[in-house]
């Protein structure tokens, strides 16, 4: 998995992405991790079993941008290293305007 884009008018958005670490090959910190950018921001790596503690456990990463090109993506990139897996459970795109603090 490489991303996803999405078609949304111009304009400020809440995104909320979803982990939760459901590999049962992936028991130890640093099994899985994955760099996230969102409209070309970059977001800390995400080490799910790390953050979360275990398998099942929910992760929420929350970035605020502003889309100028009809086009919100969300680019996974694993790199050369092995451990790099990309994967996401869930995606929340919310206008600025109707996102709760």
């Known amino acids: ?39 070309g921001v970059a977001l800390p790596d995400p080490d799910i079993f790390a953050e979360t503690g275990g398998l099942y456990r929910p992760l ?13 993506e969300i680019l996974f990139e694993d790199g050369a290293n092995p451990n790099r897996h990309a994967m996401i459970n869930g995606i929340e795109i919310i206008p600025a305007a109707l996102a709760q603090p």
């Not at 909320?16 to 969102?38: D, I």
């Not at 929420?60 to 919100?72: F, I, Q």
């Open 1 to 39: 998995m490489n991303g996803y884009g999405f078609a949304v008018p111009n304009g400020r958005y809440v995104v909320k992405m979803y982990f939760a670490e459901s590999f049962t090959g992936a028991l130890a910190p640093k099994r899985r991790l994955s760099y996230v950018r969102v409209d």
């Open 60 to 72: 929420v990463r929350t970035v605020a941008t502003t889309v100028t090109d009809g086009k919100l």
